[in-house]
């Protein structure tokens, strides 16, 4: 069974803060997924890894691919009340085409 | 990127009526679609995937016959959700594309 799992589920930072987001999945995978939900929004996409050390960085997050270890992390520097949300990963369900399994995902909330 | 839209976005419907959400892929074709259900403060799940000019293909424990699922075009996935009951009160979100999908903004479903 292919499980995806994130931590932490809940993280509560102040703004300036940096944090990385964790996300371990159980099976071989090549891609991984982050998203963005905001409360009562559908899902916003943050990045696609493709290959094993793939790094991607747009603002203040960063996520990284290691495949071999079967790990990806979304770091977050420098955190802004802008950036609260719940954030996603997920990775393709085998012989699916695209679709996506994904983590519980984890709810940041960006203090003062 | 591109663009994939839902209608309605929200519904509140009777117990034992039944309930019609289109998926639309805008500016690409999508021979494939995928269908979430997403309950309060839980990640999503896959429920079905829609193939267009096929059956659609239902996740382990996804009844058939009350999600009925039609891919009528190129451009159109309908799922319908027959005799809803409060239980089946959520937030439906399709998904297409290729190497990354896109999400639609989601379908509230509220069921008295």
């Known amino acids: 069974e292919l499980k995806v799992e994130q931590n932490p589920l809940f993280l509560s930072m102040q703004e300036g803060k940096n944090y990385t987001i964790y996300c371990n999945y159980s099976?071989?995978?090549?891609?991984l997924y982050w998203y963005r939900q905001d409360p009562g929004k559908s899902l916003e996409s943050l990045f696609v890894?493709?290959?094993?050390?793939a790094v991607k960085q747009e603002g203040r997050l960063m996520a990284s691919l290691d495949t071999k270890a079967r790990l990806s992390t979304l770091h977050i520097t420098a955190a802004v009340h802008d950036l609260s949300a719940t954030y996603f990963c997920?990775?393709?369900?085998?012989?699916?085409?695209?679709?996506?399994?994904f983590g519980k995902g984890t709810s940041l909330l960006v203090t003062p | 990127g591109a663009v994939v839209s839902q209608h309605p976005s929200r519904v509140i419907c009777k117990s034992g009526t039944s309930v019609k959400i289109e998926c639309r892929s805008l500016?690409?074709?999508?021979?494939?679609m995928f269908w979430y259900r997403q309950f309060p403060k839980q990640s999503l799940m896959l429920m079905a995937t829609s193939n267009e000019g096929s059956k659609a293909t239902y996740e382990q424990g996804v009844e058939k016959d009350k999600f009925l699922i039609n891919h009528a075009s190129l451009t159109l996935s309908t799922l319908t959700v027959t005799s809803a009951h409060p239980e089946d009160s959520s937030f439906y979100i399709c998904?297409?594309?290729?190497?990354?999908?896109?999400f639609g903004p989601g379908t509230r479903l509220t069921v008295l």
């Open positions: 997920a990775v393709d369900v085998p012989n699916s085409g695209y679709a996506l399994n």
């Open positions: 890894l493709l290959s094993n050390g």
């Open positions: 500016d690409f074709q999508a021979t494939t």
């Open positions: 998904s297409a594309g290729v190497d990354t999908q896109y």
């Open positions: 099976t071989t995978s090549d891609r």
